[in-house]
């Protein structure tokens, strides 16, 4: 088993509608929890980070975080052609390395 | 530019080749983290210094790899006899609080061994 793992995708929404990106992790003292946007050939890009269980909103996007289902994932409200990208579930244990998922690459369609 | 640092972009090198990558974290950043990513993949971590102390280090960092990182501000990344498998994105993060570990990424060196 991964220790974080996401659907690689890839995920086709049209453009307006939500998008819905998941992870698991394996890691139950996993303390810190975070989400990267990665365009082909850039480097990752931190867009939201998460650490309690519930709900954290910034703009377009919201973190939802349940530890007990060691689950967490990124929603993005009306999508734009622009947000095509990989996204990245990143996974911190102990204040230390960052243990990633795969990508799930999103494609939004004008 | 107050962003992580990373030179050189691009380097092209030849099998059995030493190379050598520079981080330059941002600025008052504490710790300094080097990951590897290839094609289709999350980026793996290889080690990771606070200030001038090498904390960890992962099992992908064979004795052919080595990184310092002398007065705690810039690091370097050193691979030794590179092999054709080394090809891939190295990338460097730096982060200043580790109760909340925010890192952020540099643009990456791009290394293809011929």
């Known amino acids: 088993q991964k220790e974080v793992e996401q659907n690689s995708g890839p995920l086709s929404v049209p453009e307006g509608a939500i998008a819905s990106l998941n992870c698991t992790y394996s890691d139950r003292g996993s303390q810190s929890f975070f989400w990267y946007r990665q365009y082909s050939g850039k480097s990752p890009e931190l867009i939201m980070f998460?650490?309690?269980?519930g709900d954290k909103e910034d703009g377009r996007f919201t973190a939802q975080l349940n530890k007990a289902s060691q689950y967490v994932s990124l929603l993005i409200r009306d999508s734009q052609p622009s947000d095509s990208a990989t996204y990245l579930c990143a996974v911190n244990h102990q204040g230390g390395k960052l243990i990633f998922g795969q990508g799930t690459e999103l494609s939004v369609k004008p | 530019d107050t962003g992580v640092s990373q030179d050189p972009r691009h380097k092209i090198t030849k099998r059995g080749q030493n190379v050598t990558f520079r981080c330059d974290p941002i600025s008052e950043h504490n710790r300094l983290y080097w990951y590897r990513q290839t094609l289709g993949q999350g980026p793996e971590f290889l080690t990771y210094?606070?200030?001038?102390?090498?904390?960890?280090k992962s099992r992908l960092l064979s004795d052919r790899f080595s990184a310092e990182r002398p007065k705690g501000s810039f690091s370097t990344l050193e691979i030794q006899r590179t092999e054709q498998g080394d090809s891939a994105m190295y990338l460097c993060a730096s982060s200043f609080d580790p109760a909340k570990n925010i890192q952020y990424f540099g643009a990456g060196t791009r290394l293809s061994v011929l």
């Open positions: 998460i650490y309690s269980n």
């Open positions: 210094f606070q200030n001038e102390a090498q904390l960890e």
